[in-house]
């Protein structure tokens, strides 16, 4: 089981089209972290996310951390093939274990 | 660039051979990182230096060993490894090793066990 679940695994969608991607986990943790990886690159941070309830906005990127801190939301709108990458979340929850990442929700935008 | 160079970029060596994965990184942090990419599963924490002493050892089997001479530096040397082992190495670093810490990845080591 891992601590931290991201769905869905895998979206394709079209130029133009809105998508949110999801980070859940049954614990809650002191903040959240988002970071997009494009092939042949390592990951490289979004944003980070502490209070519950925050948004956060980074252009087309708009970012949730969930009241109770144990999930967050990645909305995107009008996506653009500049998107595409795998989009993983990652943290450390509150009962101090090791920072961890979720799975990763791959995502392809078709010009 | 994101600050945090890895060197080499692919390796492939045989299950006997004896390597070393090099990270560099030029931003003036404090803490550095090793993690496995797998095809199949998420980024696995395996080794964390802060002000280069050794703070996290998740488990990792000793046929990696690391090492850091310098808040600059961090290597990963590989002996005796297994196919499982294939994988891609990515090397972080942070300015403090506060778990709240933004990490900035190199582009990673892309091994293969033959």
């Known amino acids: 089981t891992q601590l931290l679940e991201q769905s869905p695994q895998f979206l394709s969608i079209q130029e133009g089209e809105n998508l949110t991607v999801y980070c859940n986990s049954s614990s809650v943790f002191s903040s959240l972290q988002w970071y997009r990886q494009e092939p042949g690159e390592g990951p490289v941070l979004l944003v980070t996310v502490v209070t519950g309830g925050e948004v956060k906005k980074l252009k087309r990127l708009t970012f949730q951390f969930g009241d109770a801190r144990k999930d967050s939301s990645l909305h995107i709108t009008a996506a653009q093939p500049g998107d595409t990458g795998l989009y993983l979340c990652?943290?450390?929850?509150?009962?101090?274990?090791?920072?961890?990442f979720g799975p990763g929700t791959r995502l392809s935008v078709l010009p | 660039e994101t600050g945090v160079t890895q060197t080499p970029r692919h390796l492939v060596m045989g299950m006997t051979n004896k390597k070393s994965l090099k990270c560099e990184q030029h931003?003036?942090?404090?803490?550095m990182y090793w993690y496995k990419q797998s095809a199949k599963k998420p980024l696995e924490l395996m080794f964390v230096?802060?002000?280069?002493?050794?703070?996290e050892n998740n488990s990792v089997p000793s046929r990696f060993s690391p090492e850091c001479p310098n808040s600059s530096h961090l290597f990963l040397h590989l002996h005796t490894l297994q196919p499982e082992d294939s994988a891609l190495y990515l090397c972080?670093?942070?300015?403090?090793?506060?778990?709240?810490?933004?990490?900035?990845f190199g582009d990673g080591t892309r091994l293969s066990i033959l």
């Open positions: 972080a670093s942070s300015r403090e090793g506060g778990i709240h810490q933004p990490q900035h």
């Open positions: 230096y802060s002000l280069e002493e050794r703070v």
């Open positions: 990652a943290g450390a929850p509150d009962y101090g274990q090791n920072f961890v």
């Open positions: 931003l003036g942090h404090n803490a």
